[in-house]
């Protein structure tokens, strides 16, 4: 693909750090003098910060989206044996720590309209051997939490929701990461709250979870030197809390304006044909980590390259579905068994979204994606 001057990249958080960078700066070189760089006062503080955001009695700071989800994996007790229920259309991450931890994980396929998971379909998929359901808010959106939940109840399963691309998203008036019996989120750059590193939490407000997933993470210790359990190390560290502290009380503000622009993109391109739009479920209000539409009729690699042209960036979240990737190869799925997510796979585009884009940059996605349509 071509570069093109004065592109439109598809995330960018260049202005964001121009606008906190004095209060970051000041907290980090605080951190620096302090000489504590491995937990302290600030990992509490951001700890307590972050479960108050989300109406929860605990968090947990760790090294990363991925160890919040096979911390919370392990805290359950889920390993060999048994059968995690999830979905195929994610980052590998949500179903590498099912197979880490020693149990299998199960697809089923998505809602061609949000694109997570089916829930008639996770039913249909429960076995004696289910012992939990990970559902992904993929794009920022949530998953039907209440009947999620309701399935729960009936077949004694716990929910681990992956938040790592909804962090501050609703479903009927909750954030996402409070509903389920524990929620996992990324603090990746690219994210809606992102650090400048990697990072992750866990929310729940079960006591116990929450004291083990702090034993697993801090190598199956309770008390310094004497181990329970193998476990890991998995620290989110006190430069990154500082920083992410100081980004917090900025998310609510930063989701709006994300919210502003794909009320803007679903405005001007709802008439534009060959590509369909991404609609939000009424039961949620979305957070837009992406906004992510479906370009038909196999022109999506055409598509991309006129936007690139263009000089406008587009990503695809993701090529290829979990069920078929070699890594499982081994639980025997086929091509066409999962059709939507092996359809949606083939047709996403991922548009420039990120709070400060401005007007005058979504003017121009607007205008190339329009004028590939009149090709």
């Not at 958080?13 to 937990?39: C, F, K, M, T, W």
């Not at 996770?122 to 939940?149: E, N, R, S, W, Y």
Request: with cysteine; hydrophobic share 40%.
């Amino acid at each position: 693909m071509t570069q093109h001057l004065n592109s439109i990249p598809a995330f960018d958080n260049r202005h964001q750090y121009a606008v906190i960078e004095p209060e970051v700066s000041a907290v980090v070189l605080d951190i620096l003098a302090s000489g504590r760089y491995i937990g302290g006062p600030i990992l509490a503080e951001f700890e307590q910060a972050f479960a108050t955001y989300h109406h929860v009695s605990t968090a947990i700071g760790c090294n990363s989206g991925t160890d919040a989800l096979f911390l919370a994996l392990r805290g359950l007790g889920i390993g060999a044996g048994d059968e995690v229920i999830t979905t195929p259309f994610t980052f590998i991450a949500t179903s590498e720590v099912v197979s880490a931890v020693g149990a299998t994980p199960v697809f089923v396929d998505i809602d061609p309209i949000t694109y997570n998971l089916d829930i008639n379909q996770v039913a249909a998929a429960i076995t004696p051997q289910t012992k939990a359901i990970i559902p992904v808010h993929l794009f920022g959106q949530a998953v039907d939490m209440d009947a999620l939940m309701q399935l729960a109840t009936t077949h004694n399963l716990s929910i681990i929701e992956d938040c790592a691309q909804a962090t501050g998203a609703t479903w009927g008036g909750k954030k996402v990461g409070s509903i389920g019996h524990v929620g996992c989120f990324s603090f990746y750059p690219t994210k809606n709250l992102g650090a400048f590193g990697d990072g992750g939490a866990i929310t729940t407000n079960d006591p116990e979870l929450a004291a083990k997933i702090r034993m697993i993470k801090e190598h199956g210790q309770r008390n310094r030197y004497y181990y329970e359990e193998v476990g890991i190390n998995s620290r989110l560290d006190a430069i990154q809390a500082a920083i992410l502290k100081v980004k917090l009380p900025y998310l609510d503000k930063w989701n709006q304006q994300r919210r502003a622009i794909a009320q803007r993109y679903q405005e001007y391109l709802h008439a534009v044909p060959g590509i369909i739009l991404p609609q939000q479920h009424p039961g949620g209000e979305s957070v837009w980590n992406q906004y992510t539409i479906r370009v038909i009729d196999g022109q999506r690699d055409n598509f991309r390259q006129k936007l690139q042209d263009q000089g406008v960036n587009t990503m695809v979240y993701y090529p290829m579905p979990l069920h078929l990737q070699p890594v499982y190869q081994h639980l025997g799925y086929q091509p066409g068994q999962l059709p939507v997510s092996e359809q949606i796979c083939h047709e996403v585009v991922s548009l420039p979204m990120f709070p400060e884009l401005s007007m005058e940059q979504q003017d121009r996605v607007i205008s190339a994606i329009k004028g590939f349509s009149r090709e």
